[in-house]
């Protein structure tokens, strides 16, 4: 049960790390004259955080 437990939480911190990079990538791009670029990314995030809320779900808390 705990090891279920630490790849669970691996997985979440995973999904919220590619999310925050892709966050700073696209204000980054954004911000160095790659406005176009720097939307597409930021399109990224949600897409990420959705792909590990449904991947990683959170246990039923009782």
Partial sequence: MMHDMDKTSTA???FLTGALLSFGASVI??????????????LW????????????PREAQR
């Fill in 45 to 56: 995030v949600p897409s990420i955080l959705a792909l590990g809320a449904f991947l990683a």
């Fill in 29 to 42: 791009l954004y911000f160095t004259d790659n406005q176009t670029e720097g939307i597409f990314v930021g």
């Fill in 12 to 14: 979440r911190a995973l």
